[in-house]
């Protein structure tokens, strides 16, 4: 089945043209999740550097040069914006500033930064990776071929199935599968003109055989 699946999906890439990557939400979310992160690090920041004076006042105004530096990393592209994240989850441990995170203990906001850049980044990966079996399907008239080869080694397996432990447990699903065949041929045959989709059973491949109780023919024998 898995192997019908796959072949059913090459058909459909090589058919037409997904437009959109499946991964383009996720990375949606994802950087909305490491921007809102990075913006709660530097309000928190910031606040402390709106006091009067103390030690958190003091450490705030050292770490103002790298909240001024990254403040505007949303304003990059996706694959931009995870290099800066990286630089500034890099500059937030450096020996300039890394004292003072801890001091105003941000250092957990940005181990959780990192994890959400890393998901970013590998949510970009991924869409690569996607883009490019997109981009290169196989020929259509490979990926038939491929696919009615798949239906006949379904077909053959469920006959076996059949044949081995009896018919009870298949006659729902021959049924439905013949009627769904009689179905798209009738449907191709009104498009492209009568007898193009091939001969239907009348309906009789969705009877059962009255002293059988089983279906006259199988999805093997159309």
């Known amino acids: 089945m898995d192997k019908f699946k796959e072949a059913i999906a090459d058909l459909d890439a090589s058919s037409m043209k997904i437009l959109k990557s499946s991964w383009t ?24 550097n709106a006091e ?23 304003n990059h592209s996706f694959d931009d914006q995870t290099g800066y994240y990286y630089n500034l989850i890099e500059a937030s441990r450096s020996d300039e500033f890394k004292t003072y995170v801890e001091q105003l203990k941000l250092d957990a906001l940005f181990t959780k ?13 991924n869409r690569s990776v996607e883009s490019g079996k997109r981009n290169m399907p196989l020929r259509t008239s490979v990926s038939r071929k491929n696919l009615i080869v798949a239906y006949d080694n379904l077909v053959f397996r469920l006959n076996s199935l059949a044949e081995a432990n009896g018919d009870s447990d298949f006659i729902i699903l021959f049924s439905w599968w013949n009627e769904e065949i009689d179905k ?4 191709f045959s009104n498009r492209y003109g009568k007898g193009k989709g091939g001969k239907t059973a009348g309906g009789d491949m969705s009877k059962h055989d009255p002293k059988t109780g089983l279906p006259y023919e199988r999805p093997g024998i159309l």
Do not use: H
């Not at 790298?66 to 949303?74: E, F, L, S, W």
């Not at 798209?184 to 449907?187: A, G, L």
């Open 113 to 125: 930064l990192q994890t959400a850049n890393n998901e970013c980044a590998q949510c970009s990966s």
């Open 184 to 187: 798209f041929r009738v449907t």
């Open 25 to 48: 939400d996720t990375m949606k979310s994802t950087n909305k999740v490491r921007n809102q992160i990075r913006s709660s690090i530097f309000s928190l920041i910031r606040g402390y």
């Open 52 to 74: 009067p004076d103390g030690e958190n006042k003091k450490a705030a105004v050292f770490l103002m040069p790298m909240v001024d530096r990254y403040k505007g990393i949303y």
